[in-house]
Nanobody, 116 residues
Framework: QVQLVESGGGLVQPGGSLRLSCVASGFTFSNYGMYWYRQAPGKERELVAFITNSGSSTNYADSVKDRFTISRDNAKNTVYLQMTSLKPEDTAVYYC?????????WGQGTQVTVSS
């Protein structure tokens, strides 16, 4: 079955950087676009970034554009989210997700806290 395991979260000061990773298994990774979502306390889960299966195209939420970069390594079945210039409002649990044969699967999430 599809498994997604995120890592790389933590506590960082405003203006800092983090790189999240998501290792995928249970499906042919190179065939599917991948997404990063986030959910802050008391808020709905929101789309952060998307990357096509080949990595040739990406999209970002306006709130993270020019600060976050999504990338992937199909040889390692891994998708990344490089986050820079972090702000307190980026504090959330970050999830990677994929939709395989119309079923969306989620990882367990990784907590990112931006605070001084």
């Amino acid at each position: 079955q599809v498994q997604l395991v995120e890592s790389g979260g933590g506590l960082v000061q405003p203006g800092g950087s983090l790189r999240l990773s998501c290792v995928a298994s249970g499906f042919t990774f190179s065939n599917y676009g991948m997404y990063w979502y986030r959910q802050a306390p008391g808020k709905e889960r929101e789309l952060v970034a998307f990357i096509t299966n080949s990595g040739s195209s990406t999209n970002y939420a306006d709130s993270v554009k020019d600060r976050f970069t999504i990338s992937r390594d199909n040889a390692k079945n891994t998708v990344y989210l490089q986050m820079t210039s972090l702000k307190p409002e980026d504090t959330a649990v970050y999830y990677c997700t994929v939709r395989v044969r119309l079923v969306r699967s989620w990882g367990q999430g990784t907590q990112v806290t931006v605070s001084s």
